[in-house]
Protein backbone atom coordinates (compact mmCIF):
# COMPACT_ATOMS: atom_id res chain seq x y z
CA UNK A 1 0.00 0.00 0.00
CA UNK A 2 1.55 3.49 -0.67
CA UNK A 3 2.17 6.33 1.72
CA UNK A 4 -0.16 8.60 1.34
CA UNK A 5 -1.23 9.94 4.19
CA UNK A 6 1.30 10.74 6.67
CA UNK A 7 1.52 12.71 10.35
CA UNK A 8 4.34 14.24 11.43
CA UNK A 9 4.75 14.98 15.33
CA UNK A 10 7.15 18.40 16.00
CA UNK A 11 7.23 21.50 14.75
CA UNK A 12 10.32 22.26 14.37
CA UNK A 13 13.25 22.50 11.31
CA UNK A 14 13.53 18.30 11.32
CA UNK A 15 9.47 18.06 10.97
CA UNK A 16 9.18 21.00 8.48
CA UNK A 17 11.75 19.51 5.98
CA UNK A 18 10.50 16.22 6.30
CA UNK A 19 7.17 17.08 5.70
CA UNK A 20 8.16 19.26 2.69
CA UNK A 21 9.98 16.26 1.32
CA UNK A 22 6.64 14.43 1.66
CA UNK A 23 4.32 16.73 0.56
CA UNK A 24 7.24 17.14 -2.50
CA UNK A 25 6.47 13.28 -3.40
CA UNK A 26 3.09 13.74 -3.39
CA UNK A 27 1.90 12.90 -0.03
CA UNK A 28 -1.34 14.40 2.04
CA UNK A 29 1.04 15.97 5.41
CA UNK A 30 -0.39 16.93 8.61
CA UNK A 31 2.13 18.19 11.29
CA UNK A 32 1.50 18.02 14.93
CA UNK A 33 3.32 20.45 17.05
CA UNK A 34 2.61 20.42 21.37
CA UNK A 35 4.02 23.92 21.94
CA UNK A 36 1.23 26.89 20.73
CA UNK A 37 3.99 28.28 18.30
CA UNK A 38 6.03 26.53 15.38
CA UNK A 39 10.29 26.39 15.26
CA UNK A 40 10.80 23.98 17.82
CA UNK A 41 14.45 25.35 19.01
CA UNK A 42 14.80 27.61 16.22
CA UNK A 43 12.05 29.57 16.52
CA UNK A 44 10.48 33.24 17.91
CA UNK A 45 7.89 34.68 20.11
CA UNK A 46 7.18 38.79 21.47
CA UNK A 47 8.67 39.90 24.65
CA UNK A 48 6.63 43.31 25.50
CA UNK A 49 5.87 43.48 21.82
CA UNK A 50 9.35 43.20 20.31
CA UNK A 51 9.49 39.76 18.32
CA UNK A 52 12.88 38.35 19.50
CA UNK A 53 14.46 34.62 18.32
CA UNK A 54 14.73 32.11 21.44
CA UNK A 55 18.80 32.28 20.74
CA UNK A 56 21.05 33.95 18.03
CA UNK A 57 20.83 30.92 16.24
CA UNK A 58 23.82 30.92 12.80
CA UNK A 59 24.85 28.90 10.54
CA UNK A 60 27.79 28.22 7.76
CA UNK A 61 28.01 28.53 4.39
CA UNK A 62 28.20 25.01 4.26
CA UNK A 63 25.07 24.33 5.91
CA UNK A 64 23.92 23.82 2.27
CA UNK A 65 20.55 21.89 3.12
CA UNK A 66 19.15 24.59 5.61
CA UNK A 67 19.93 26.89 2.73
CA UNK A 68 18.08 25.13 0.59
CA UNK A 69 15.21 24.47 2.98
CA UNK A 70 14.99 28.55 3.36
CA UNK A 71 14.97 29.07 -0.38
CA UNK A 72 12.25 26.23 -0.85
CA UNK A 73 10.09 28.09 1.67
CA UNK A 74 10.54 31.00 0.34
CA UNK A 75 12.76 32.75 2.37
CA UNK A 76 15.94 32.23 0.60
CA UNK A 77 16.16 36.08 0.22
CA UNK A 78 16.13 36.28 4.33
CA UNK A 79 19.09 35.00 4.97
CA UNK A 80 22.09 36.78 5.19
CA UNK A 81 25.73 35.41 4.88
CA UNK A 82 29.40 36.64 4.56
CA UNK A 83 30.78 37.29 1.38
CA UNK A 84 33.86 36.08 2.98
CA UNK A 85 34.59 34.50 6.59
CA UNK A 86 35.91 37.23 9.03
CA UNK A 87 35.41 37.20 12.05
CA UNK A 88 36.82 40.09 14.73
CA UNK A 89 37.74 38.56 18.26
CA UNK A 90 38.66 41.53 21.12
CA UNK A 91 40.16 40.88 24.55
CA UNK A 92 38.98 41.79 27.53
CA UNK A 93 42.29 44.12 27.51
CA UNK A 94 41.02 45.73 24.68
CA UNK A 95 43.35 43.81 22.03
CA UNK A 96 41.76 43.03 19.00
CA UNK A 97 42.35 39.94 16.71
CA UNK A 98 40.90 39.41 13.26
CA UNK A 99 40.35 35.87 11.61
CA UNK A 100 39.14 35.93 7.41
CA UNK A 101 39.90 33.92 4.52
CA UNK A 102 42.11 35.21 1.62
CA UNK A 103 41.85 34.63 -1.61
CA UNK A 104 43.77 31.48 -1.48
CA UNK A 105 42.54 27.60 -1.61
CA UNK A 106 41.96 25.71 1.69
CA UNK A 107 43.74 25.05 3.77
CA UNK A 108 45.86 27.82 2.91
CA UNK A 109 43.08 30.44 2.94
CA UNK A 110 43.36 31.65 6.42
CA UNK A 111 47.31 31.33 6.92
CA UNK A 112 48.01 35.22 6.25
CA UNK A 113 45.31 36.38 9.19
CA UNK A 114 46.10 33.99 11.24
CA UNK A 115 50.29 34.70 10.87
CA UNK A 116 49.13 37.86 12.16
CA UNK A 117 46.43 37.01 14.42
CA UNK A 118 46.75 39.23 17.56
CA UNK A 119 45.86 36.86 20.10
CA UNK A 120 48.91 34.28 20.02
CA UNK A 121 52.30 34.22 20.00
CA UNK A 122 54.42 32.16 17.33
CA UNK A 123 54.70 29.22 19.72
CA UNK A 124 51.20 29.16 20.19
CA UNK A 125 50.66 29.43 16.04
CA UNK A 126 53.18 26.57 16.00
CA UNK A 127 51.27 24.70 18.01
CA UNK A 128 47.44 25.40 16.86
CA UNK A 129 49.05 24.54 13.09
CA UNK A 130 50.56 20.95 14.20
CA UNK A 131 47.07 20.12 15.37
CA UNK A 132 45.51 21.68 12.67
CA UNK A 133 47.61 19.30 10.47
CA UNK A 134 47.26 16.45 12.55
CA UNK A 135 43.78 16.97 12.71
CA UNK A 136 43.52 17.04 8.35
CA UNK A 137 46.24 13.70 8.66
CA UNK A 138 44.59 11.47 11.38
CA UNK A 139 41.32 9.45 11.89
CA UNK A 140 39.20 10.11 15.39
CA UNK A 141 38.69 7.17 17.80
CA UNK A 142 34.80 7.19 18.33
CA UNK A 143 35.58 6.68 22.32
CA UNK A 144 38.18 9.61 22.70
CA UNK A 145 36.95 13.15 23.99
CA UNK A 146 37.69 16.30 22.11
CA UNK A 147 39.52 17.03 25.65
CA UNK A 148 41.91 14.68 25.38
CA UNK A 149 42.73 15.35 21.74
CA UNK A 150 43.34 18.75 22.60
CA UNK A 151 45.63 17.24 25.33
CA UNK A 152 47.33 14.81 23.35
CA UNK A 153 48.22 17.47 20.30
CA UNK A 154 49.75 19.76 22.66
CA UNK A 155 47.18 22.62 22.79
CA UNK A 156 47.26 24.42 26.06
CA UNK A 157 45.32 27.42 27.81
CA UNK A 158 46.71 30.17 24.81
CA UNK A 159 45.92 28.00 22.53
CA UNK A 160 42.48 26.97 23.59
CA UNK A 161 41.22 30.94 25.10
CA UNK A 162 42.61 32.17 21.53
CA UNK A 163 41.22 29.49 18.92
CA UNK A 164 39.69 26.62 20.32
CA UNK A 165 36.90 28.10 22.81
CA UNK A 166 35.61 30.66 20.42
CA UNK A 167 34.85 28.38 18.12
CA UNK A 168 34.68 25.19 19.23
CA UNK A 169 32.44 25.89 22.23
CA UNK A 170 29.53 27.46 20.34
CA UNK A 171 29.58 24.42 17.51
CA UNK A 172 29.80 21.65 20.30
CA UNK A 173 27.67 23.42 22.72
CA UNK A 174 29.63 21.49 25.76
CA UNK A 175 32.39 20.94 27.58
CA UNK A 176 35.01 19.56 25.92
CA UNK A 177 35.60 16.33 28.33
CA UNK A 178 31.51 15.79 27.28
CA UNK A 179 32.06 15.78 23.30
CA UNK A 180 33.63 13.45 21.26
CA UNK A 181 36.86 14.23 19.50
CA UNK A 182 35.31 13.08 15.92
CA UNK A 183 32.64 15.78 16.08
CA UNK A 184 34.93 18.27 16.56
CA UNK A 185 37.13 16.96 14.00
CA UNK A 186 34.11 17.11 12.09
CA UNK A 187 33.74 20.88 12.51
CA UNK A 188 37.53 21.34 12.14
CA UNK A 189 37.49 19.95 8.44
CA UNK A 190 34.12 20.46 7.61
CA UNK A 191 34.03 24.34 8.07
CA UNK A 192 38.01 25.65 7.92
CA UNK A 193 40.27 23.28 6.27
CA UNK A 194 38.28 21.65 3.14
CA UNK A 195 36.73 24.84 1.57
CA UNK A 196 37.86 28.24 1.71
CA UNK A 197 34.00 29.76 1.54
CA UNK A 198 32.83 27.14 3.96
CA UNK A 199 33.05 29.36 7.01
CA UNK A 200 31.09 32.12 5.87
CA UNK A 201 29.02 33.24 8.95
CA UNK A 202 25.09 33.42 8.02
CA UNK A 203 21.86 34.50 9.71
CA UNK A 204 18.25 35.14 9.48
CA UNK A 205 17.30 38.79 8.69
CA UNK A 206 13.88 38.13 10.11
CA UNK A 207 12.64 36.31 13.30
CA UNK A 208 13.52 32.49 12.78
CA UNK A 209 9.69 31.35 13.14
CA UNK A 210 8.97 32.90 10.27
CA UNK A 211 10.95 30.34 8.41
CA UNK A 212 8.94 27.49 9.89
CA UNK A 213 5.34 29.70 9.54
CA UNK A 214 6.06 29.92 5.81
CA UNK A 215 7.21 26.08 5.68
CA UNK A 216 3.55 25.38 7.69
CA UNK A 217 1.76 27.27 4.27
CA UNK A 218 2.95 24.11 2.25
CA UNK A 219 1.21 21.04 4.09
CA UNK A 220 -1.81 20.08 4.07
CA UNK A 221 -2.25 20.98 7.73
CA UNK A 222 -0.05 21.97 11.04
CA UNK A 223 -1.45 22.02 14.17
CA UNK A 224 -0.30 23.89 17.38
CA UNK A 225 -0.77 22.96 20.80
CA UNK A 226 -2.01 19.51 20.05
CA UNK A 227 0.41 16.72 21.81
CA UNK A 228 0.72 13.29 20.53
CA UNK A 229 0.56 10.64 23.31
CA UNK A 230 1.23 7.80 21.41
CA UNK A 231 1.71 6.05 18.22
CA UNK A 232 0.62 2.49 17.23
CA UNK A 233 0.94 0.17 14.23
CA UNK A 234 -2.40 -1.76 13.06
CA UNK A 235 -0.92 -2.34 9.87
CA UNK A 236 -1.09 -1.04 6.99
CA UNK A 237 -2.07 1.92 9.07
CA UNK A 238 -0.71 4.07 11.77
CA UNK A 239 -3.01 4.69 14.91
CA UNK A 240 -1.66 8.32 16.32
CA UNK A 241 -3.27 9.16 19.88
CA UNK A 242 -3.81 12.77 20.26
CA UNK A 243 -4.60 14.57 23.46
CA UNK A 244 -8.48 15.11 21.72
CA UNK A 245 -8.88 12.19 20.47
CA UNK A 246 -7.14 9.32 17.72
CA UNK A 247 -6.61 9.57 14.15
CA UNK A 248 -4.59 7.08 11.57
CA UNK A 249 -2.44 7.93 8.68
CA UNK A 250 -0.19 5.79 6.93
CA UNK A 251 3.14 6.60 8.54
CA UNK A 252 4.65 8.76 11.18
CA UNK A 253 7.86 10.93 11.36
CA UNK A 254 9.28 11.20 14.90
CA UNK A 255 10.99 14.59 14.88
CA UNK A 256 10.78 15.12 18.46
CA UNK A 257 13.81 15.02 21.35
CA UNK A 258 15.04 11.47 22.34
CA UNK A 259 12.80 11.97 25.30
CA UNK A 260 9.66 12.36 24.10
CA UNK A 261 10.42 10.02 21.15
CA UNK A 262 11.29 7.74 24.38
CA UNK A 263 7.74 8.22 25.57
CA UNK A 264 5.80 8.19 22.37
CA UNK A 265 7.10 4.65 21.05
CA UNK A 266 6.33 3.27 24.32
CA UNK A 267 9.15 0.38 23.88
CA UNK A 268 11.44 1.63 21.15
CA UNK A 269 13.42 -1.39 20.83
CA UNK A 270 10.23 -2.71 19.03
CA UNK A 271 11.03 -0.78 16.64
CA UNK A 272 14.96 -1.03 16.09
CA UNK A 273 15.31 2.54 17.59
CA UNK A 274 18.14 2.47 20.04
CA UNK A 275 20.19 4.57 22.45
CA UNK A 276 17.82 7.10 23.23
CA UNK A 277 18.58 6.73 26.94
CA UNK A 278 22.25 7.86 25.78
CA UNK A 279 21.56 11.48 25.34
CA UNK A 280 22.06 14.22 27.58
CA UNK A 281 20.33 17.70 26.70
CA UNK A 282 22.71 21.01 26.82
CA UNK A 283 21.69 24.59 27.19
CA UNK A 284 22.46 27.64 25.50
CA UNK A 285 21.43 31.10 27.15
CA UNK A 286 20.91 34.23 25.16
CA UNK A 287 20.50 37.84 26.44
CA UNK A 288 18.69 40.26 24.66
CA UNK A 289 19.78 43.99 25.31
CA UNK A 290 18.75 47.13 23.93
CA UNK A 291 21.01 50.45 24.46
CA UNK A 292 20.82 53.99 23.20
CA UNK A 293 24.56 53.48 22.04
CA UNK A 294 23.43 52.88 18.08
CA UNK A 295 26.03 50.68 16.00
CA UNK A 296 28.67 48.77 17.27
CA UNK A 297 29.43 49.02 13.74
CA UNK A 298 29.77 45.05 13.15
CA UNK A 299 27.41 42.27 12.54
CA UNK A 300 28.59 40.19 15.72
CA UNK A 301 32.27 39.73 17.51
CA UNK A 302 33.64 37.04 19.62
CA UNK A 303 34.81 38.00 23.35
CA UNK A 304 37.51 36.25 24.57
CA UNK A 305 37.00 34.55 28.40
CA UNK A 306 33.86 35.77 28.90
CA UNK A 307 30.67 33.81 29.38
CA UNK A 308 29.25 35.49 26.72
CA UNK A 309 31.36 34.60 23.85
CA UNK A 310 29.67 36.44 20.85
CA UNK A 311 27.82 39.53 20.78
CA UNK A 312 25.56 39.80 17.94
CA UNK A 313 24.13 43.24 16.73
CA UNK A 314 20.28 42.44 15.71
CA UNK A 315 20.11 46.29 14.83
CA UNK A 316 21.51 49.13 16.01
CA UNK A 317 20.84 49.54 20.04
CA UNK A 318 19.83 45.83 19.70
CA UNK A 319 22.63 43.51 21.02
CA UNK A 320 21.67 39.46 21.65
CA UNK A 321 25.09 37.82 23.62
CA UNK A 322 25.13 33.89 23.70
CA UNK A 323 25.83 31.87 25.86
CA UNK A 324 26.98 28.41 25.26
CA UNK A 325 27.71 25.30 27.22
CA UNK A 326 25.71 27.35 29.91
CA UNK A 327 24.75 25.23 32.62
CA UNK A 328 26.69 27.37 35.22
CA UNK A 329 24.40 30.18 34.63
CA UNK A 330 20.87 28.08 33.76
CA UNK A 331 19.84 28.94 37.38
CA UNK A 332 21.10 32.13 37.54
CA UNK A 333 18.52 35.51 38.52
CA UNK A 334 17.15 36.95 34.60
CA UNK A 335 18.30 40.36 36.70
CA UNK A 336 21.89 38.92 37.71
CA UNK A 337 22.23 37.38 34.33
CA UNK A 338 20.98 40.88 32.65
CA UNK A 339 23.81 42.46 34.29
CA UNK A 340 26.45 40.57 33.90
CA UNK A 341 25.59 40.61 30.37
CA UNK A 342 25.90 44.23 30.02
CA UNK A 343 28.61 44.48 31.99
CA UNK A 344 30.58 42.08 29.59
CA UNK A 345 29.43 43.98 26.55
CA UNK A 346 30.59 47.70 28.53
CA UNK A 347 34.00 45.49 28.95
CA UNK A 348 34.74 44.66 25.36
CA UNK A 349 32.74 47.31 23.16
CA UNK A 350 34.37 50.68 24.89
CA UNK A 351 32.05 52.80 22.05
CA UNK A 352 29.28 51.63 24.70
CA UNK A 353 31.36 52.74 28.27
CA UNK A 354 28.93 55.44 28.14
CA UNK A 355 25.45 54.04 27.26
CA UNK A 356 22.39 53.50 29.10
CA UNK A 357 20.57 49.86 29.06
CA UNK A 358 17.27 50.87 27.78
CA UNK A 359 15.69 47.34 28.95
CA UNK A 360 17.20 43.39 28.02
CA UNK A 361 15.65 39.96 28.28
CA UNK A 362 16.65 36.26 29.01
CA UNK A 363 15.94 33.71 26.79
CA UNK A 364 17.09 29.90 28.30
CA UNK A 365 17.23 26.98 26.69
CA UNK A 366 17.54 24.25 28.86
CA UNK A 367 17.67 21.65 25.87
CA UNK A 368 19.08 23.63 23.36
CA UNK A 369 21.15 20.51 22.35
CA UNK A 370 20.95 16.76 22.82
CA UNK A 371 24.60 14.89 22.43
CA UNK A 372 25.18 11.44 22.97
CA UNK A 373 27.34 10.30 25.35
CA UNK A 374 30.97 9.76 24.10
CA UNK A 375 31.11 6.52 22.29
CA UNK A 376 27.34 6.20 22.44
CA UNK A 377 26.68 5.61 18.13
CA UNK A 378 23.63 8.14 17.17
CA UNK A 379 19.62 7.40 16.45
CA UNK A 380 19.04 6.21 13.04
CA UNK A 381 15.84 8.21 10.95
CA UNK A 382 15.26 4.35 9.55
CA UNK A 383 13.41 2.15 12.53
CA UNK A 384 12.22 -1.86 11.58
CA UNK A 385 8.52 -0.61 11.02
CA UNK A 386 8.44 0.29 7.27
CA UNK A 387 5.79 3.31 8.30
CA UNK A 388 7.58 4.75 11.11
CA UNK A 389 11.02 6.94 10.77
CA UNK A 390 12.48 9.20 13.24
CA UNK A 391 14.17 13.10 12.65
CA UNK A 392 15.51 15.31 14.96
CA UNK A 393 19.01 17.52 14.67
CA UNK A 394 20.34 14.84 16.96
CA UNK A 395 20.09 11.69 14.93
CA UNK A 396 23.00 10.41 12.69
CA UNK A 397 23.26 12.59 10.18
CA UNK A 398 27.02 12.98 10.12
CA UNK A 399 27.14 16.71 11.69
CA UNK A 400 26.70 18.21 15.32
CA UNK A 401 23.22 19.16 16.42
CA UNK A 402 22.58 22.33 14.57
CA UNK A 403 19.89 23.78 12.43
CA UNK A 404 21.92 21.57 9.10
CA UNK A 405 21.61 18.77 10.89
CA UNK A 406 17.62 18.93 11.41
CA UNK A 407 17.06 19.82 8.11
CA UNK A 408 18.95 16.65 6.81
CA UNK A 409 17.30 14.72 9.41
CA UNK A 410 14.34 15.41 8.24
CA UNK A 411 15.24 14.80 4.67
CA UNK A 412 16.36 11.27 6.19
CA UNK A 413 13.38 10.28 7.71
CA UNK A 414 10.67 11.08 4.83
CA UNK A 415 13.36 9.14 2.33
CA UNK A 416 13.21 6.31 4.94
CA UNK A 417 9.39 5.96 4.57
CA UNK A 418 9.14 7.14 0.93
CA UNK A 419 12.02 4.30 -0.19
CA UNK A 420 9.82 1.14 0.91
CA UNK A 421 6.86 2.40 -1.40
CA UNK A 422 8.95 3.11 -4.55
CA UNK A 423 9.31 6.78 -4.59
CA UNK A 424 12.75 7.39 -4.02
Given amino acids: MAIERVAVVGGGLAGFAAGLALTAAGAH ?41 AQAVGMGDQLHLQARFDAAILSRSGKAGRLRTAALPA ?54 TAFWDPFFIPALNAAFDRVGAADAMFVLKTAFLRDAGAARFGFSKVPLAHLTQAAAKQLDAAHTSTAVLSITPNDPAVTVSLSNGDTTFDAVVLAVPPRQAERILGDPQRYGVTN ?89 NPEATWLPRVGAARTQQRTSHPRIAIAGSWTETGWPDTMESAVRSGNLAAAALLSPAGRV
Fill in 29 to 69: VELFERSRILGGRATSFEIDGVEVDNGQHVFLACCTEFINF
Fill in 107 to 160: PLHLIGSFASYSHLGVAGKLRIARALAAALLGKSDPSETFETWLVRNGQGAQER
Fill in 276 to 364: LDRYDPYPIIDVHLWHDGGSIGRDFVAALESPLQWIFEKEPGYLCCSFSAADEYLRQPTAELESLAWREVQTFLPSLKDATLVRSAVTR
